[in-house]
């Protein structure tokens, strides 16, 4: 059984640092490249970053480019999530993602076949 398990989310001000973590298991983790999205309420699922399998390839949504770090440590089967200079539009629930591509950073949801449950992220401003 799949379980992509995401840790690290909490209560920040304005200008913070947090750091996300998704520990997988049940999956060939290191052919899998890994995607973070975020949803705020009322709002539809948005993407943020995605790692290739090795590491070879990041990218990241403009609204998060030279913020945001995504890295992933495949002995650990653990992609991170670090946020810094976090903004009050940064307010969302955090989700990472598994895609059986390795080779892809898609930014589509439907890419992706496995998710975990999500981490609450709220920044006061």
């Known amino acids: 059984q799949v379980q992509l398990v995401e840790s690290g989310g909490g209560l920040v001000q304005a200008g913070g640092s947090l750091r996300l973590s998704c520990a997988a298991s049940g999956l060939s983790f290191r052919s899998y490249s890994m995607g973070w999205f975020r949803q705020a309420p009322g709002k539809d699922r948005e993407f943020v970053a995605a790692?290739?399998?090795?590491?070879?390839?990041?990218t990241y949504s403009d609204s998060v480019k030279g913020r945001f770090t995504t890295s992933r440590d495949n002995a650990k089967n653990t992609v991170y999530l670090q946020m810094n200079s976090l903004k009050a539009e940064d307010t969302a629930v955090y989700y990472c993602?598994?895609?059986?591509?390795?080779?892809?950073?898609?930014?589509?949801?439907?890419?992706?076949?496995?998710w975990g449950q999500g981490t609450q992220v709220t920044v006061s401003s």
């Open positions: 993602a598994a895609n059986p591509n390795g080779y892809s950073n898609s930014r589509i949801p439907t890419a992706y076949n496995h």
């Open positions: 790692i290739t399998s090795s590491s070879s390839y990041i």
